[in-house]
């Protein structure tokens, strides 16, 4: 049974950090790509990070690059969210997202993915 499962959300007070987790069991870590979103109230859902499974390539949104740093430990089976400089515009739930991936196929900034977590909220606030 494919699972992933968030954690490390929480309040903090603008430019301070959060290191998300998404832990995933149920299937190879190693063959997929992994991607963070997120949805605030009242807006669409929005691509934040990825990285790809064959060569630990990544993605960022420019609305975190510079900020946000996606990393994956495939022998922890965990893929991780560093998020430092946060401000108040970071506020939403973070999803983390799988998609299987094949050698020559498509970049994790391009996959529809399949296998979704339940979300943990961020809020940004003084």
């Known amino acids: 049974q494919v699972q992933l499962v968030e954690s490390g959300g929480g309040l903090v007070q603008p430019g301070g950090s959060l290191r998300l987790s998404c832990a995933a069991s149920g299937f190879p870590l190693d063959y997929y790509a992994i991607g963070w979103f997120r949805q605030a109230p009242g807006k669409e859902r929005e691509g934040v990070s990825c990285?790809?499974?064959?060569?630990?390539?990544?993605y960022y949104a420019d609305s975190v690059k510079g900020r946000f740093t996606i990393s994956r430990d495939n022998a922890k089976k965990t893929v991780y969210l560093r998020m430092n400089s946060l401000k108040p515009e970071d506020t939403a739930v973070y999803y983390c997202?799988?998609?299987?991936?094949?050698?020559?196929?498509?970049?994790?900034?391009?996959?529809?993915?399949?296998?979704w977590g339940q979300g943990t909220q961020v809020t940004v606030s003084s």
């Open positions: 990285i790809n499974s064959s060569d630990g390539s990544t």
């Open positions: 997202a799988a998609e299987r991936q094949y050698v020559g196929g498509t970049e994790c900034g391009q996959l529809r993915y399949y296998y």
